[in-house]
Antibody, heavy 118, light 112 residues
Framework: QVQLQESGPGLVKPSETLSLTCTVS????????WSWIRQPPGKGLEWIGY???????NYNPSLKSRVTISVETSKNQFSLKLSSVSAADTAVYYC????????????WGQGTLVTVSS | QSVLTQPPSVSGAPGQRVTISCTGS?????????VNWYQQLPGTAPKLLIY???NRPSGVPDRFSGSKSGTSASLAITGLQAEDEADYYC????????????FGTGTKVTVL
């Protein structure tokens, strides 16, 4: 059974960079897209972007200037960096697996709350 | 602001049938991108309910069904049960956003 687990600081100061890692277990990171999705408290889901195991990426245009998603296949991990954060970036951040064949998000991490505050 | 519009809420009595609409445009659903649906129970991560417009992953009850027509899609829940009370989101991709993913605004299903 594939499992995903997000990790990283739960508190980030304004203007700094948010960094999260997703560790994949129970399956290989190869031959899939891997996505980041976030959900501000009490609000809906927002698609952040995805990466293929080759390193090709696609980002939400509204976040593209601040987002970097990378993959480390040897560790079965992929990561999210979001720069110049503000309070509007406070959210639960989810990582998810995205099969190329369906482009859906079939396995999700439990999510991690990141609060942007000084 | 989402490009996929859903009703904020729908409700029904146990055993009834409810439907949730997901209205898009010619650059997403109408462009041929598949629609996926997710169920989010309170305090938990979303769960894939329907993929590829109408396919159910293993383990999802056949009470849940999806369809797509033109620039819209729908999720139907038949034989509504108390445990179906949750938030539901549609999801697709959009060519006007360089093929990036988009989620619907979300619908709260209440079992009366």
């Amino acid at each position: 059974q594939v499992q995903l687990q997000e990790s990283g600081p739960g508190l980030v100061k304004p203007s700094e960079t948010l960094s999260l890692t997703c560790t994949v277990s129970g399956g290989s990171i190869r031959n899939y897209y891997w996505s980041w999705i976030r959900q501000p408290p009490g609000k809906g889901l927002e698609w952040i972007g995805y990466i293929f195991d080759s390193g090709s990426t696609n980002y939400n245009p509204s976040l593209k200037s601040r987002v970097t998603i990378s993959v480390e296949t040897s560790k079965n991990q992929f990561s999210l960096k979001l720069s110049s954060v503000s309070a509007a970036d406070t959210a639960v951040y989810y990582c998810a697996r995205t099969p190329y064949s369906t482009s859906s998000h079939d396995y999700w991490g439990q999510g991690t709350l990141v609060t942007v505050s000084s | 602001q989402s490009v996929l519009t859903q009703p904020p809420s729908v409700s029904g009595a146990p055993g009834q049938r409810v439907t949730i609409s997901c209205t898009g445009s010619s650059s997403n659903i109408g462009a041929g991108y598949d629609v996926n649906w997710y169920q989010q129970l309170p305090g938990t991560a979303p769960k894939l309910l329907i993929y590829g417009n109408s396919n159910r992953p293993s383990g999802v009850p056949d009470r849940f069904s999806g369809s797509k027509s033109g620039t819209s899609a729908s999720l139907a829940i038949t034989g509504l049960q108390a445990e179906d009370e949750a938030d539901y989101y549609c999801q697709s991709y959009d060519s006007s956003l360089s093929g990036s993913g988009v989620f619907g605004t979300g619908t709260k299903v209440t079992v009366l």
